[in-house]
């Protein structure tokens, strides 16, 4: 008499994240860095541009014309547009410099990247304050009062370049990711489909498709 054999269950199949998965983890990290490296360097070279912005900005912006009786300083056109009007010159220069930054980047990384995306809305604002910043600090004097005293009364001089409109500080951030985005949903790189036939599971073959 033989004794009766044991049946032999087929192994189970490693559990995702478990030990299949453990070796990815060194890949990951590294793969993440790398990541946060680009996107840094996208946003220091993205905020060094708003040195241009404030160039640009000083130079296009309209003058808004202020005038003195010797005791107030007053606009001397009420109705004028140019205190809006540096605003909007603000907001067109930073969109269009956004623009040009997501093509710069788009053509150097094609391959994208969260990384990336962040670099741009990074830089994008801190362009924006640099720009800001330094339009008002090479502009007129925005000491009003004593500006126009130094000009005497009666005389016609620029008021200072201000940006009330914080909000256009994020055009530059904006404008760049719209753009990016566009770009690499028109031009990105494709993953290509698993054309593989599917293989035996350890229960069996696959059930038809």
């Known amino acids: 008499m033989t004794a009766p054999l044991t049946p ?5 199949p490693p559990f995702p994240g478990g030990e299949a998965d453990s ?29 241009a ?3 640009l900005w000083l130079w296009l912006s309209p003058r808004i014309p202020m005038i003195s009786d010797g005791q107030a300083v ?7 547009e140019e205190a809006i009007g540096g ?25 994208g990247g969260i990384g990336v995306v962040l670099g741009l809305a990074v830089g994008g604002v801190l362009a924006s304050v640099i720009g800001w910043r330094i339009g008002v600090w090479l502009g007129p004097p925005t000491d009003i009062v004593a500006h126009a005293k130094q ?3 009666k005389v016609v001089f620029d008021g200072p370049l201000e940006l009330r409109a914080k909000s256009a500080l994020v055009a530059w951030s904006a404008a760049a990711m719209l753009a990016h985005l566009s770009l690499t949903a028109a031009f990105g790189p494709r993953d290509q489909p698993d054309e593989q036939p599917p293989t035996a599971g350890p229960w069996g073959p696959p059930p038809p498709q």
């Not at 032999?8 to 189970?12: K, T, Y």
């Not at 983890?25 to 708003?50: D, I, N, Q, Y």
Request: glycine share 16%.
């Open 87 to 111: 605003d909007g010159t603000f907001v067109l220069i930073a969109a269009g410099l956004g623009i040009l930054s997501a093509l710069l980047v788009f053509w150097r990384r094609r391959s």
């Open 151 to 153: 000009v005497g009364p």
């Open 23 to 51: 070796g990815d983890a060194p890949a990951k990290r590294e793969r993440f860095v790398r990541e946060l490296r680009g996107g840094a360097l996208v946003a220091l070279l993205v905020a060094v541009g708003g040195i």
């Open 8 to 12: 032999h269950e087929p192994p189970f």
């Open 74 to 80: 007053y606009l001397k056109d009420t109705e004028g």
């Open 53 to 55: 912005l404030g160039l």
